[in-house]
């Protein structure tokens, strides 16, 4: 295991090295990101062949061949921001959206369900419309995260729908529960539906908190 | 050489290639660089420098599109889909590639005098 991170260790050191000096951006982010998962799988298939690990550390990076080209060409995307810009458009666009109606869907849901409290008063009706608030959450939660801003890299979008995941799991359960608390009026029934939402939103938060990489531009 | 296809004969082949391996299921680096090596008998190695900067210049022109695998510890794969676009592009490449090879051919062996 120790030996395992301290190969990753020199693989992300020797990509950062090839790439030293090159300007930020979201595909060199990517590329270093693609170059060393590849890497690392070539150097288990060499060492299969009973070299060790410095042996086929030494052969993989060897076989690479002459990567300036590809330096060269993040070089020039690391300058040219306009360029850069037309990459992340799409994505941009769609985390933008996504910020926009998550936070129209929460305030629609707040909104609402003050009505409903005004006209009907506290109970059902009105808490059913807080739904909106869970799903709101959740596509706020998936289009921040998906966002490249100045300090940061965009995520991942599969990584990214998981916190959204477990963001909408954390609020659909408080949902419930407030939602069961007043439909059967017994508060174990409550706590009951609560428990089994918020725990699978526990896990999966968890899991993504303890397994992430850093996003964070130098 | 040593049995190893001359890289100056492949060169302008590198797309083709990449994109015939791709026509026939998604496929991320490493394992389209072992395919290569499959194929070719162990006797043609794209290397890996050639490969990435084949991958951009395929995806500017839209030929493909990447995505990342669903890997969610910190080792997620690239992973590369043929468009639309880039299966019309092989199947041209492939024609030319036919029809050139039929051509060439008969320019480096050919006889002057057959009688056809």
């Known amino acids: ?218 | 050489m040593g049995g190893k296809i001359s890289t100056d004969l492949i060169r302008g082949h590198t797309d083709t290639i990449i994109l015939n391996i791709l026509r026939q299921g998604d496929s991320y680096g490493y394992e389209i660089y072992k395919t290569v090596l499959t194929l070719s008998g162990q006797r043609y190695e794209l290397k890996e420098a050639t490969l990435y900067s084949a991958f951009r210049r395929l995806e500017q022109d839209e030929l493909i599109v990447s995505y990342w695998g669903d890997e969610t510890q910190g080792s997620r794969r690239k992973y590369y889909r043929i468009t639309a676009k880039g299966k019309d592009h092989y199947e041209q490449n492939r024609k030319d590639w036919v029809f050139a090879r039929e051509v060439l051919d008969k320019l480096i062996q050919g006889g002057l005098n057959s009688d056809e």
């Open chain 1, 1 to 218: 295991m120790n030996n395992e991170i301290s190969q990753k260790n020199k693989i992300d050191e020797y990509i950062n090295h090839l790439f030293a000096g090159v300007g930020a951006s979201q595909q060199l982010f990517e590329l270093k990101e693609e170059l060393a998962v590849n890497l690392r799988e070539k150097i288990q298939d060499i060492k299969a062949r009973g070299l060790n690990d410095e042996e086929a550390f030494r052969e993989a990076v060897a076989s690479m061949g002459d990567l300036s080209g590809l330096v060269e060409d993040m070089r020039r995307l690391g300058q040219d921001t306009a360029r850069q810009s037309v990459y992340t458009s799409m994505k941009a666009r769609i985390s933008t959206a996504g910020i926009v109606i998550g936070s129209m869907l929460i305030l629609f849901g707040l909104f609402s369900a003050l009505m409903l409290y005004f006209m009907a008063g506290f109970g059902v009706a009105s808490l059913g419309n807080l739904i909106f608030l869970v799903a709101g959450g959740t596509l706020l939660t998936y289009s921040v995260l998906t966002r490249e801003t100045m300090h940061k890299y965009a995520m991942n979008t599969i990584r990214a729908a998981l916190y959204g995941l477990s963001v909408g799991l954390l609020l659909f359960s408080i949902f419930t529960g407030f939602v069961t608390r007043y439909a059967t009026g017994e508060m174990f029934i409550a706590v009951a539906s609560v428990m089994v939402f918020f725990i699978a939103g526990v896990g999966i938060l968890l899991t993504l908190l303890l397994t992430g990489s850093d996003r964070s531009k130098q």
